[in-house]
């Protein structure tokens, strides 16, 4: 950002990730920056996400590169803070199904040649590279293990930087409800919240997730939508061993900061978002695998692919979260509006 481009004033709008990351960013530039949310900071995706740091399996070139980016910026934030509970780097465990859909041995290779950093492991051998995975649970044909993932817990991050934001003299307003971009002349001015307040700026910058294709629509822009539901929930603590990211066939698992699990699962994606709240008024976790109606259960069902934690241990359900994950068919979010 150099001196004829940089704006004195932005608005962002969205308290998740991205939003509060670009205002610290705007903020230490020295620009004045207003953050909006409509509810509390993390209500969205960021407050629903997995944050599993990887680019592991097939994605385009230029995805690749992005999340290879992504995990460099964490990386460097590990070194300032090596003991952080909600940032590790224990690696990332994966396997498919015992199904004609299974492509571990394909994955690997193409991860490998790729300079992906990867580890084929037989069942046998997976206690060995990482600790609290139930070797029977994993298919025959074996599972792929990268050293070099890892996770974040995204309301932690966005905590400890919505502090040094508003040390910066940066305005964080939450609870606002649903804002409006104010456009004039076909640029944006300002925003509008819910309240009727307005706020001028000189920039806008949407990172409000899911909600950014019904924003610009109100001012003729169009971002296509294919925003997923996601549904997380997370453990109240339990004493286990493990530290890796699991992807299994039926869920993907990692720790949390309080020493509890954080299980996702794909069951729900492309369901609507009022059928998976539905869903999660009535569920029970088994984190053994997953209980009940959203996830698998690993006591009711048997089955080899239903169980990825050794000893089966029992969890109760914490916080349980269900909504829409931030997925636009385009991925620059961040674009300024155009007449």
């Known amino acids: 950002m150099n001196a004829s481009t940089k704006p004195s004033k932005v608005v962002v709008i969205g308290g998740g990730i991205f939003g509060v990351s670009t205002s610290v960013h705007l903020a230490r530039l020295g620009v004045r920056t207003v953050l909006i949310n409509d509810g509390p900071l993390a209500n969205g995706a960021s407050g629903r996400s997995l944050a599993w740091l990887n680019s592991a399996r097939k994605r385009t070139d230029a995805y690749h590169r992005l999340r290879l980016a992504g995990i460099d910026r964490y990386r460097t934030l590990a070194v300032r803070y090596p003991d952080a509970p909600w940032l590790r780097f224990d690696g990332g465990l994966t396997w498919d199904a015992d199904d004609a859909g299974n492509e571990i041995a394909e994955i690997f290779d193409y991860e490998r040649d790729l300079g992906y950093h990867a580890q084929w492991l037989a069942p046998q051998g997976i206690a060995a590279a990482t600790p609290g995975v139930d070797e029977n649970a994993v298919t025959r044909q074996g599972a792929i293990f990268n050293p070099g993932e890892g996770w974040v817990d995204l309301p932690s991050l966005i905590g400890m930087l919505a502090e040094e934001f508003r040390t910066l003299g940066g305005v964080i307003v939450t609870d606002a409800g649903r804002a409006t971009v104010d456009i004039d002349g076909g640029r944006a001015r300002g925003v509008i919240t819910a309240d009727g307040m307005r706020r001028d700026a000189d ?58 699990f954080a299980l996702d699962s794909a069951l729900v994606r492309g369901r609507g978002e009022r059928q998976a709240r539905r869903q999660l008024r009535s569920q029970a976790i088994d984190a053994g695998g997953v209980a009940a109606r959203g996830f698998q259960s690993s006591r009711r069902q048997s089955g080899a ?25 385009n991925p620059w979010l961040f674009r300024r509006l155009q007449p």
């Not at 996601?230 to 699991?246: F, G, M, S």
Request: no cysteine; aromatic share 2%.
């Open 305 to 329: 692919g239903d169980r990825g934690l050794r000893g089966w241990p029992e969890a109760h359900p914490g916080r349980r979260r269900a909504g829409l994950r931030r997925a636009a068919v």
């Open 203 to 260: 920039a806008v910058l949407l990172a409000a997730g899911g909600d950014v294709p019904a924003i610009v629509a109100e001012v003729g822009q169009h971002i296509g939508d294919a925003t997923p539901v996601a549904l997380l929930v997370r453990t109240k603590p339990i004493r286990h061993p493990l530290q890796a990211v699991l992807n299994t066939p039926r869920i993907a698992i990692r720790p949390t900061p309080s020493g509890g």
